[in-house]
Each structure stands twice: as C-alpha cells, then as structure tokens.
C-alpha cells in the first residue's frame, strides 16, 4: 500500500531557530494533511493541502505541497515552546483511509 | 468539525480479559476508524467502523481480536479480546467530517490501555 516517509524522525532546536520536517511519498497523492500532537495528547488537524505547488500559511506555520504532489514539508519560523510535540504528515488512501507519516517530534530549548 | 469523546481514558487489564472501549462523536458522521498507537510511534489504523455492517480491518488485525459495533452514525465500539501485554498501547477512534476525499479527520483522546 502507500507510504508516506517523514524526516527527521527527532529534532531538538533552541526557541526562536525554525523547523523543517519533511514528508515524501513515491506515488503521487491526492492530498496530504498535517497534524499536530502534542505530548499526552491526541492528534489535532491542522491543515490539507490538495493542490499541485499549493502554500498555505498559519501565522509561524508555512506548508508546501510539492509540484509533482508526491512531498510536502511544514516549516515553522521562530519556534516557540508551545510548538513542542509530534508532526505527523498523512495521506488519504482508498477509500478515506489515512496513512500516516513515522512523525516528527520536535523539542525545544528555552 | 467535531467532538469526540471516549471512554475509559485509561485503564489497567490483566492478561487474558477484554476491553470495550467507546467512542462518542457529537454530530453524524459517515466514518469511523479506529487506529492504535504505540508509545513514541506514529498511529496505525485497525480498522473502518462500518454503520449497519461489519468493520473493514487492516492487513494484520482480525475481527475476532478486535471486534468492532457502529450501531448507528455517532457511536463506536471496539473492544481488545483476550488481551496479552502486548495490547498495551493507546487507541483513538477519529472520524471523518464531510463525505469527500478531501475531508479531514478529528480524534478522540484516545484510551490508554496497560496490560498486565
């Protein structure tokens, strides 16, 4: 079935570097969704992009959707502490099934 | 979007018994999916909560482990049959909002389960 690759599996940065995570697929996907989880928590959407080269933006948080629709990254700029947790990339397979990306869990130094 | 509610939050089994666990979502909803999620890893799905018919599992998981109820366009069940230490993990019900593929999904909070 599809897989979705997700690098770095860990990132640690000092608050106020940014962050990249990176998510590629070797077939070409429909969409690709971004969520966030937060330590303890549960998965929370984000985003969707569907569109071949599509950005999106949400304040600090920029998404890219690859030309070709096969990766995608999120970037976030001046990472604050509250940016702590796990990005996961996930793409609709079948029938709505989602496939979701290994994640990246991001930490912090204040 | 949605709200989702499960129960229990988390619980403690001893081996060889079973776990129903429950999912609650606030407006009707065409899917259900119940997915696993193991400490530090990235979530796995089990399986598609059908409404009026039997669930769709993923390569790996069996009905007669986890079976799954959807009686109706709100409600889910899954349960962990005959559970071993390595039913430990975290399962989280989402559902799907809207009916393209387009559409997104929204967790519960998921239920921690520790075998013993």
């Known amino acids: 079935g599809q897989q979705v690759m997700q690098i770095p599996q860990y990132q640690h940065v000092q608050e106020g570097e940014d962050f990249t995570t990176y998510c590629n697929s070797s077939?070409?996907?429909?969409?690709i969704q971004w969520y966030k989880q937060r330590p303890g928590g549960h998965p929370v959407f984000l985003i969707q992009?569907?569109?071949?080269?599509e950005v999106k933006k949400q304040k600090r948080l920029t998404f890219q959707f690859g030309e070709a629709k096969k990766n995608s990254s999120l970037h976030i700029t001046a990472t604050q502490t509250t940016d702590v947790g796990t990005y996961f990339c996930?793409?609709?397979?079948?029938?709505?099934?989602?496939?979701f990306g290994q994640g990246t869990r991001l930490t912090i130094n204040p | 979007s949605a709200v989702i509610s499960q129960k229990p939050s988390r619980d403690i089994c001893q081996r060889g018994t079973s776990l129903t666990i429950q999912c609650q979502v606030d407006?009707?909803?065409?899917?259900m999916f119940w997915y696993r999620q193991q400490p530090g890893q990235s979530l796995t799905l089990i399986a598609t909560?059908?409404?009026?018919?039997?669930?769709?599992?993923e390569s790996g998981f069996v009905i007669d482990k986890f079976p799954i109820s959807r009686p109706n366009l709100t409600f889910s069940t899954l349960t962990v049959s005959n559970m071993s230490p390595e039913d430990s993990s975290i399962y989280l019900c989402?559902?799907?909002?809207?009916?393209?593929?387009?559409?997104?999904?929204?967790f519960g909070p998921g239920t921690r389960l520790t075998v013993l």
């Open positions: 989402s559902a799907q909002v809207g009916t393209g593929s387009t559409d997104t999904q929204y």
């Open positions: 077939t070409t996907l429909s969409n």
């Open positions: 992009l569907v569109k071949s080269g």
């Open positions: 996930a793409a609709i397979q079948g029938a709505q099934k989602l496939v």
């Open positions: 407006s009707q909803v065409t899917m």
């Open positions: 909560a059908n409404q009026g018919s039997e669930a769709t599992y």
